[in-house]
């Protein structure tokens, strides 16, 4: 099949084909790749002990500690938040909060337990006070979540919440526009689904039917690979 006619084919079942990051306001970074940062031949031990010790941005000066990601180092899902919280920052793990009993709650509905997957946030230190990711600090941190997902190889990425989604696609759409569309992400063109962030579903769990739809939609995607 020509690549023409691959890419007509994806178009006609509403996939969209990955494409390089676009400059743009907002959120829209151009991160450094990971080649440029020297990162893209890392392994786990180097990636970690680069995580650690990481003064790339000011964060490093105010948080308790680095959180790195957890999970099967081998998982088929792999699914990326925003930032470390309050409590992330004191046990150094992701989604140990409210919002990770509630995104532990949307694996199980998809008969995945949290030990299954892999977890990172965009950000490996929390930002004060909780407030948004700033550009350059994404722009600094990204490349470790780009090795970390080209490592796992995994066969979907699942992206919670605006901040991260629009972080990993270089894009300031919203999110209503960017869910319900598999993207494709990186090199490897792996299939990229949004959904809202657990947080913003503890304060409007009306949606959670919509994220219930979001999850089986990833599935679907996971499925077709
Ligand atoms: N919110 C996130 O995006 N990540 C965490 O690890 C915790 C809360």
């Not at 490996?124 to 090795?147: H, I, M, S, T, W």
């Not at 991260?164 to 990229?192: C, F, I, K, N, W």
Request: glycine share 10%; hydrophobic share 40%; with cysteine.
């Amino acid at each position: 099949m020509t690549p023409a006619l691959r890419k007509a084919y994806l178009r006609a079942m509403q996939i969209d084909t990955w494409s390089a990051r676009t400059r743009g306001s907002g959120l829209a970074v151009q991160a450094p790749s990971p080649g440029a940062t020297g990162l893209n031949e890392a392994d786990w031990g180097e990636l970690e002990a680069g995580v650690a010790g990481c003064r790339r941005c000011t964060l490093c000066e105010s948080r308790t500690r680095t959180v790195f990601g957890v999970g099967d180092r081998h998982a088929a899902w792999f699914v990326v938040g925003e930032a470390p919280g309050a409590e992330e920052d004191r046990q150094g793990e992701p989604f140990v909060g409210r919002a990770g009993q509630l995104l532990n709650a949307m694996l199980r509905a998809i008969a995945l337990d949290r030990n299954q997957v892999f977890i990172a946030n965009v950000l490996k230190c929390r930002p004060p006070g909780n407030r948004d990711p700033q550009p350059a600090e994404v722009a600094e941190c990204l490349p470790y979540l780009e090795r970390q997902i080209a490592l796992v190889k995994p066969r979907i990425v699942l992206v919670v919440g605006r901040v991260a989604a629009q972080s990993l696609l270089g894009t300031d759409e919203p999110l209503a526009r960017l869910r319900g569309r598999v993207h494709r992400y990186g090199p490897d063109a792996r299939p990229l689904v949004v959904t809202y962030h657990p947080a913003y579903l503890l304060r409007s769990p009306a949606d959670k039917r919509k994220a219930w739809d979001d999850l089986r939609f990833a599935r679907e995607a996971a499925g077709r690979g």
